[in-house]
């Protein structure tokens, strides 16, 4: 009969947000040290990738997000260092504006500040990178990489209760 588990890529969303030529960037406590990432985390159920970038957008950085456009979706493989760990992400980047930093929202952790960064100053670092689709990520929006949300569908038995059967 064979293994019937099925393999399934961990989903994750992640904000392309830039400003003036600098980068909205979260430096967040990992298992490898502090590192540098875009605003992102994973997908949770029930909610579309917009819905989700957004919130994490929020936890991350505790400002609004407003999407703009799809930069592009990724696929990577992560092997944890300390707990060998093999994980396959499938990111989804959304480029989009920020609104100001909501006065007395905490960030989540592991997040331990937010900083803005020239790609040539993330460029110069690629050891406090959390993973190579950092960079990835913003060199395809610098390039001019957009497609319009409209391709990121979230159908309506996402919001409905599974069925018992």
Known sequence: MGDTTRWKPSVTVAAVIEQSGHYLLVEEMTAEGLKLNNPAGHLDPGESLLEAVVREVLEETARPFTPQALVG????????VRSGED???????ICG???????GRKLD???QR???MTAEELRACPERHR????????????AGQRAP?????ADASLYTERDAG
């Open 97 to 103: 504006t920020v609104g100001d930093a909501i006065a």
């Open 73 to 80: 979706s990724y696929l990577a493989r992560f092997r944890h």
């Open 109 to 111: 952790a592991p997040v």
């Open 131 to 142: 993973s190579r689709l950092v960079m990835r990520c913003i060199d395809d929006h610098r």
């Open 149 to 153: 949300l409209a391709l990121l569908h």
């Open 114 to 116: 937010t900083l803005w």
């Open 87 to 93: 994980i396959t992400y499938l990111r989804f980047a």
